[in-house]
């Protein structure tokens, strides 16, 4: 089973959340694959229970699966680790204190794992604060090149930038962007990304020169009636991640 998610040529993978196994196969194929599927350990009472339903997940859609923690929840830190462990998945969603242990527990270097860091509203500075008792106490803000050099120490793949409110903190992102490409490390924009600014939020990254990059898009393409992201919604966003 594939550990590497499949991005486009041009770097891009897309990671929207799955309401159940059939959801996650219908978004799947809306990308032709080009993506992975969220699945947030919050939803679920035990790890027991987490990894026998993401076994589930990983048959149906070559285990792009993306494990969770559900709105960013620095408490599922732990539960995410453990449960990754069990399921292999090519991708792994960490708070950044978080990935050492991700990545020791997975015991291999091809999974992407993630580390979480805020917007501080200060150009060039980010917020590593996000764990189970660091996010209680006062923001630690970082140069954004010391977080990913951290992020590397620890095993971590990518910056995962959250909460960026859509184009709230743009010039913040920008500063991200460019410091991931010349660090050779990925970016995750996460948080209030939509269908109207993902085009340009994506070019951001790509033009300062992030080679992989993996938006996140949420809530805004999910039907509140069901509780399902909107395959036709994915396969508009697939359509926009093939013009870069």
Not at 22 to 37: I, S
């Amino acid at each position: 089973m594939d550990l590497k998610p499949n991005y486009l040529d041009n770097g891009i993978c897309l990671n929207v959340l799955a309401n159940s196994v059939e959801n996650a196969k219908e978004c799947y194929d809306a990308a032709q694959g080009h993506v992975v599927l969220g699945v947030l350990t919050k939803n679920y009472p035990t790890d027991e229970a987490a990894i026998s339903d993401m076994l589930k997940y990983k048959e149906v859609i070559h285990n792009a699966v993306s494990v969770g923690l559900g709105a960013g929840d620095p408490n599922q830190s732990g539960m995410v680790a453990r449960v990754s462990k069990e399921v292999q998945p090519q991708h792994v969603n960490q708070v950044f204190t978080g990935v050492g242990a991700s990545r020791a527990l997975l015991g291999q270097d091809e999974t992407i794992i993630n580390g979480l860091v805020s917007p501080t509203g200060k150009v060039g500075f980010v917020n590593i604060a996000t764990g189970p008792l660091s996010s209680q106490s006062t923001e630690t803000q970082v140069p954004i090149e010391s977080a990913i050099a951290l992020l590397k120490d620890m095993g971590g793949s990518s910056i995962k930038y959250f909460p960026m409110k859509g184009l709230a903190h743009i010039e913040e992102f920008k500063a991200v962007a460019k410091a991931c490409a010349e660090n050779d490390f990925d970016l995750e924009p996460t948080g209030g990304i939509d269908l109207d600014n993902f085009e340009e939020i994506v070019s951001i990254a790509k033009s300062a020169g992030v080679k992989r990059v993996i938006p996140h898009v949420y809530s805004s393409i999910i039907d509140k009636s069901t509780g399902d992201t909107r395959p036709s919604d994915v396969a508009k966003l697939y359509e926009i991640i093939k013009k870069f």
